[in-house]
C-alpha cells in the first residue's frame, strides 16, 4: 500500500535534518534535481563505499569458487558524441510524451503515464481527462542533455551528459585489458553522475535528472555467462538483504522475454515497495547483454575490440605445431579470439540511498527524562551505512565530565564519524541522534570518571552497556565496519 504521509514525513525529515535539500532552493529549486546535506552527503558516501568494498575490493567468490576479478574506471561525463551513437542512445534513447496545446497549461508529459499525472490546470483529474485538455498525438523525446563543446556554438560542436556511465566502460574496455594484466572473467566498475532530460522527475530523489550510477560492466565468456549473470543478480539482491532493506519490500523480478531488449539474454530487476508506490520499483537491473555493447562500439570505432584467450591457446597450441597458416587462423577465431559476453549489474547510487532511507523511517514509543512515554522517530540504518556511527555525550556540561568526553570523542574522531553534543537534556541528546539514524550514543556519567567506564546506548533496544572508555573503539569497530 502506497503511505503518502509517510513520505512526507520522510522528505520533512531529510530537510530539518539536513539530509536532502530541493537544489537551489533559494530561487524555487529546479525540478529533478537534488543537492545532499552534511548527513546525507555522509549516507550516500557510506553506501557508495559500502558497494566498492563489497563488489570491487573484496567481492564474494563467483560461481567457478575463485575470487572474483574487479577493476575500477572514472570516466568523463561528457565523451566523443560518436560513443552515444554506437550505443545507440541518439537514436533510441527516448520516451513517448504528448504536449498539452491548451493556452496556460502547454504541458509535456509521458505518454505512459497520463493515467497517474494531474492535469496541471486540474489537478484533481489525470491529464487528458479535464474537457479543456488538448493533448498531441504521442512523439519520441530524447533524454540526453545536450550542450557544446568548445567555442563553435553549431551541429559540429553537440555533445551530451552522459546518461549512464556503462558506456565509458566499453568505450575503455580495451585500455584496461592492456594496462591492467586482467584476465576473463573479470569486471570494471564505476561511480559517477549520469544525466537523463526526465519528462517527468518525481517522487522525490526517485527520478531525478542528475543522478549517480553504480555500475559493474562483467566480461566472460559465454559458456559461463548465465553462471555469472545468476552470480551478479543473487550478489546484488542479497547485498540490499544484508544491509537491511526487509525481504517482504523487497523482490528479486526475472524480466519476461517481452520487457528484455533485444539483445538481452537475461534480465532481473531488484525491486523495492516505496512508500510512494502501490508497486514494487526498480531499484537495480542486472541484465546478460551478450556481446551487443562492444560489437557496437567495435562496428562504429573501427577498432579491434575483441579478447584473445592466451591461456586457451597455450594448452592447445600443440595440436597445430607444424602448420603455421592453421595456426594463424585458428588465433583469430573462436575459442581463442572473441568478443566477450558482458553481464551488467546497474545500481542507482540516490535510489538505493532513498531505499534506505524509507526503510530505516520508524516511529515507536519510548520514555522521556521523566520516564513518561513518547512517540519517538527513528531512523534504523544499518550501523555501516548510518552517517554517524556513534555520538559522545558528557553527562554534565560543567566539570571534569565534558573533559573526559572531549578526550574520548577526538580519539574517536580518527577512526569514525562521531559527534559531541553536551546541549540540554540527555534524552532530548538522544532523541536527536535517534532522528538521524545514530546506532550508538556514549554517555560520560560519575562513575565514567571514577572507574573509567562509559555507557553505550543501542539506538534500537534503547539497552545499555558498559564499556571501559579505552574499549569504545574497538567495540564500535565490531559493529560498524
Ligand atoms: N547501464 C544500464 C542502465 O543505465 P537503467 O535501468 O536505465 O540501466 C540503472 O539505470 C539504474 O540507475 C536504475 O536501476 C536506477 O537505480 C538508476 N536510475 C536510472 N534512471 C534514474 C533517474 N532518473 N533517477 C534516479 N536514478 C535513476
Redesign the pocket.
Known amino acids: 500500500m502506497a503511505d503518502a504521509k509517510l513520505m512526507e514525513k520522510l522528505v520533512s525529515l531529510c530537510k530539518r535534518r539536513g539530509f536532502i535539500f530541493p537544489s537551489s532552493e533559494i530561487y524555487g529549486g529546479l525540478g529533478g534535481f537534488w543537492d545532499y546535506g552534511p548527513l546525507g552527503v555522509a549516507l550516500k558516501k557510506n553506501i557508495k563505499d559500502a558497494w566498492w568494498q563489497d563488489m570491487v575490493i573484496d567481492p564474494p567468490d563467483g560461481p567457478d569458487g575463485r575470487q572474483v576479478e574487479m577493476v575500477g574506471l572514472d570516466c568523463t561525463i561528457i565523451m566523443n558524441p560518436n560513443v552515444w551513437k554506437a550505443s545507440g542512445h541518439v537514436g533510441g534513447f527516448s520516451d513517448p510524451m504528448v504536449d498539452c496545446r491548451t493556452e496556460g497549461c502547454k504541458s509535456r508529459i509521458r505518454a505512459d503515464q497520463i493515467d497517474q499525472t494531474p492535469c496541471p490546470l486540474k489537478p484533481s483529474k489525470c491529464a487528458g481527462q479535464f474537457e479543456k485538455c488538448d493533448l498531441t498525438e504521442p512523439r519520441e523525446f530524447n533524454l540526453m542533455f545536450q550542450t557544446y563543446v568548445g567555442a563553435l556554438q553549431d551541429a559540429s560542436a553537440v555533445a551530451y551528459l552522459r546518461p549512464?556511465t556503462?558506456q565509458g566502460i566499453f568505450a575503455n574496455f580495451k585500455n584496461v585489458l592492456d594496462t591492467s594484466r586482467v584476465k576473463l572473467p573479470f569486471g570494471i566498475a564505476q561511480v559517477g553522475k549520469s544525466f537523463?532530460n526526465?519528462i517527468n522527475p518525481r517522487n522525490f530523489?526517485?527520478?531525478?535528472?542528475e543522478?549517480e550510477?553504480m555500475?559493474i560492466e562483467f566480461f566472460c565468456d559465454d559458456a559461463s555467462a548465465m553462471d555469472w549473470y545468476r552470480f551478479w543478480r543473487d550478489t546484488r539482491y542479497n547485498w540490499y538483504v544484508r544491509h537491511g532493506l526487509k525481504s517482504d519490500k523487497l523482490q528479486l523480478r526475472d524480466q519476461t522475454e517481452d520487457e528484455r531488449a533485444h539483445y538481452a539474454q537475461a534480465c532481473a530487476d531488484i525491486e523495492y515497495l516505496f512508500p510512494f508506490s502501490e508497486e514494487m520499483q526498480?531499484?537495480?537491473?542486472v541484465a546478460h547483454r551478450g556481446c551487443y555493447d562492444l560489437g557496437k562500439h567495435q562496428e562504429h570505432s573501427g577498432k579491434d575490440l575483441t579478447y584473445f584467450d592466451d591461456d586457451r591457446w597455450q594448452a592447445d597450441a600443440a595440436q597445430y605445431k607444424g602448420d603455421k597458416d592453421a595456426a594463424k587462423k585458428a588465433k583469430e577465431n573462436p575459442p581463442y579470439r572473441f568478443l566477450p559476453t558482458v553481464i551488467?549489474p546497474?545500481?542507482?547510487a540516490?535510489?538505493a540511498t532513498l531505499a534506505f532511507l524509507c526503510e530505516a523511517y520508524c516511529e515507536d514509543q519510548a520514555p522521556d527524562d521523566k520516564g513518561n512515554m513518547q512517540t519517538r522517530v527513528l531512523m534504523k540504518f544499518h550501523p555501516r551505512l548510518a552517517p554517524i556511527k556513534a555520538a559522545v555525550f558528557p553527562l554534565m556540561s560543567k566539570g571534569e565530565m565534558p573533559e573526559m568526553a572531549g578526550r574520548l570523542y577526538r580519539q574517536l574522531k580518527h577512526r569514525f564519524n562521531v559527534a559531541y553534543d553536551d546541549k540540554g537534556a540527555i534524552g532530548r541528546r538522544y532523541r536527536r541522534q535517534d532522528e538521524i539514524g545514530t546506532p550508538y550514543c556514549v554517555t560520560i556519567d560519575g562513575d565514567s570518571l571514577e572507574q573509567g567506564t562509559v555507557t553505550i546506548r543501542d539506538r534500537d533496544t534503547l539497552e545499555q552497556v558498559r564499556v571501559q572508555a579505552d574499549d569504545v573503539a574497538a567495540w564500535l569497530d565490531e559493529r560498524v565496519r
Open positions: 549512464e556503462a537523463r526526465e530523489t526517485f527520478r531525478s535528472r543522478f550510477q555500475e526498480e531499484l537495480e537491473g551488467e546497474s545500481a542507482g540516490d535510489r
